[in-house]
């Protein structure tokens, strides 16, 4: 799925969104950065640190919203 800025608007590195290696040097370790990618395109309620495998068994329950 492709994270959105806006309903119309992909996040852009061009338009200085933040990007993982931003996050990383932030000190977010890889499940909270997979988590909260998660959350943002509603595979999960909340962000919450996720492993990369738990990602495969999600499903787009909460998509309607």
Wanted: net charge positive; hydrophobic share 45%; no cysteine.
């Amino acid at each position: 799925p492709l994270v959105m800025r806006t309903a119309t608007q992909k996040l852009s590195k061009s338009d200085r969104d933040t990007g993982v290696r931003d996050l990383r040097a932030a000190g977010w370790d890889a499940p909270a950065v997979i988590g909260k990618a998660a959350s943002l395109v509603r595979l999960i309620d909340r962000a919450r640190p996720l492993a990369a495998s738990d990602v495969a068994t999600l499903r787009f329950a909460h998509a309607s919203r």
